[in-house]
């Protein structure tokens, strides 16, 4: 019973989500475009399994995953588990947390093999590029890209260093590798940076983020707190050029491999 | 032959989330070697989970892919530069404005500044500047979605725009008061949300294709780079007027 109420409320939150979305396509159609819309039942079918789909996955997380995330962030940013003692420590050691990295970096990459946004993108760049940008290929370039992210986000609360100096030093990573860059992977690897963060990962970073400011010694959760989202959007950006610079380069040493041979 | 489409989609859906499972498991068993807490529940909700995501792949496919490249195929060919943009502005706009997400960090966000002694603590004050933050995020968007369909459009270079807009952050992250630097970074990454996504995603897609002399590849995809770019400008710029 409890269940069905929480349910409908995130359907009807979903719903609420949607509803501009439809005014505005409506609107366009009937008023600018004056046409009828093609294939109108298949699209509201569409749209329902797209409506209730997400509504399911949100109350599946809210049920599931959420609480365990926080309660997990909680324990492994536990002082007594960090340090093995209850005596309260003043001055935080970054090298105890180690766990908490992996934990990062674990539970990015996760959050991202299964985030809706994503898996759309990578859906529409598979299909754009004819397949030779693959799916999967994508989606774990990304998601090792937020694993890295988070992880250096975590060591960055716990240091206490500022944000801005990360984020800087990013952009110049990022700078520099447009230049260098295959030109057409361009677009998607910076798209990529801004898919990656929405509904699963948000929440759970978030809670990691907060829950260690609070108790790393010295944080303030205020200022500390947040960040990850914005290390977890840049790196990406950063895995999927250098991917496709990597494959770049492999098929040009190929080619000129098969040259070589040739030539003899 | 449903039965085996459906079945194939819940696999997919399975694998998908298998990572988290593993994590989840790994660090509780071997690390923190405690028990899970309501055992039931949790995989009740995994098993939601499963289902949502498969229904969901399966709707992108039939409706709001086809919906997205439809409509940007249709404005493109009625050739009315004025109404695409319109169209890509109240895109960004609208469903920037309702976001769940956002709307949860700019109450955050207030909280924190007013517990910062940067606002008056009074509800007022709050709702105001919360409700002030929303609106230059949604601003900001619906301003990247119309920025990015001229971009389209015109067939400017994407990483040109992306390098002055990065330029942009770190001149306004000089200037722009340190509590809201954190909020600013953040505020980019969340304005893009699940149905968002996929809706821009086939609208620059479809536009490019449909655009003599664009490729999908190179000139469809960018739209939700500026989506996320954006926003840490203007929020900083909203901080720096507030609190001046």
Redesign the interface.
């Known amino acids: 019973m409890e269940f069905i109420y929480s349910f409908s409320k995130i359907l009807l939150a979903t719903c609420i989500d949607v509803l501009p979305i439809i005014l505005l396509i409506a609107g366009f159609q009937l008023l600018v475009l004056r046409q009828p819309i093609p294939h109108l039942s298949r699209l509201i079918v569409g749209g329902v399994y797209v409506v209730i789909g997400l509504a399911l996955f949100l109350a599946g997380l809210e049920k599931a995953l959420f609480p365990l995330g926080k309660i997990m962030a909680a324990q492994l940013s536990d002082p007594v588990f960090i340090y093995g003692t209850e005596a309260i420590v003043t001055v935080s050691d970054w090298k105890a947390y180690g766990w908490v990295y992996l934990f990062a970096a674990m539970i990015g990459f996760a959050t991202t093999i299964a985030e809706p946004s994503l898996i759309a993108v990578a859906y529409k760049a598979s299909e754009v590029s004819a397949g030779t940008i693959s799916q999967w290929g994508l989606r774990i370039t990304v998601a090792i890209g937020v694993a890295f992210g988070i992880s250096l986000g975590t060591f960055r609360i716990i240091t206490g260093t500022p944000l801005y100096l990360y984020i800087f030093v990013g952009y110049m990573i990022v700078i520099v590798q447009t230049i260098f860059a295959p030109k057409s992977i361009i677009p998607l690897a910076y798209d990529s940076g801004g898919v990656t963060t929405s509904t699963v990962t948000v929440p759970l970073v978030a809670a990691l983020g907060l829950g260690l400011a609070a108790t790393v010694p010295g944080r303030n959760p205020a200022l500390d707190g947040f960040g990850l989202i914005a290390f977890a959007s840049l790196c990406p950006i950063i895995t999927v050029m250098g991917y496709a610079q990597l494959m770049h380069w492999f098929t040009k040493r190929k080619i000129k491999l098969m040259e070589k041979s040739n030539a003899l | 032959m449903i039965i085996s489409v459906i079945l194939k989609k819940l696999k997919n859906a399975f694998t998908?989330?298998l990572?988290?499972i593993?994590?989840?498991a790994?660090?509780?068993i071997i690390?923190?070697r405690?028990p899970?807490?309501?055992m039931g529940?949790?995989?009740?909700?995994?098993?939601?989970?499963?289902?949502?995501?498969?229904?969901?792949?399966?709707?992108?496919?039939?409706?709001?892919?086809?919906?997205g490249e439809?409509?940007a195929h249709?404005?493109a060919r009625?050739g009315s530069v004025f109404?695409l943009l319109v169209?890509a502005f109240?895109?960004g706009f609208?469903?920037t404005?309702?976001?769940?997400?956002l709307i949860a960090v700019a109450s955050e966000a207030a909280e924190?500044a007013s517990?910062?002694g940067l606002i008056d603590p009074g509800k007022a004050s709050l709702d105001q500047y919360a409700f002030g933050l929303r609106m230059s995020v949604a601003f900001s968007v619906g301003l990247a979605i119309l920025i990015g369909v001229m971009r389209i459009i015109r067939g400017w270079p994407?990483?040109y725009l992306?390098?002055g807009g990065?330029v942009l952050?770190?001149l306004m992250?000089v200037i722009a008061p340190?509590?809201i630097?954190?909020?600013a970074?953040?505020a980019?990454?969340?304005?893009?949300?699940?149905?968002?996504?996929?809706?821009v995603?086939?609208l620059g897609?479809g536009l490019a294709s449909s655009i003599r002399g664009r490729?999908?590849?190179?000139?469809?995809?960018?739209?939700?780079?500026f989506?996320?770019l954006l926003p840490m400008i203007f929020v900083m710029g909203y901080g720096f007027i507030v609190f001046g």
């Open positions: 998908d989330l990572p988290i593993l994590v989840i790994f660090f509780q690390v923190l405690q899970l807490p309501q529940e949790v995989i009740f909700g995994a098993l939601l989970v499963v289902a949502g995501l498969s229904l969901f792949v399966q709707g992108l496919e039939m409706g709001l892919f086809p919906i439809t409509m249709a404005l009625k109404w169209f109240a895109l609208s469903t404005v309702a976001e769940p997400a924190i517990s910062g994407l990483h992306i390098i990065y952050v770190m992250t340190k509590e630097i954190g909020i970074y953040d980019g990454g969340v304005t893009t949300s699940t149905i968002t996504v996929p809706l995603a086939a897609v490729s999908p590849l190179v000139d469809g995809f960018g739209l939700i780079a989506a996320s």
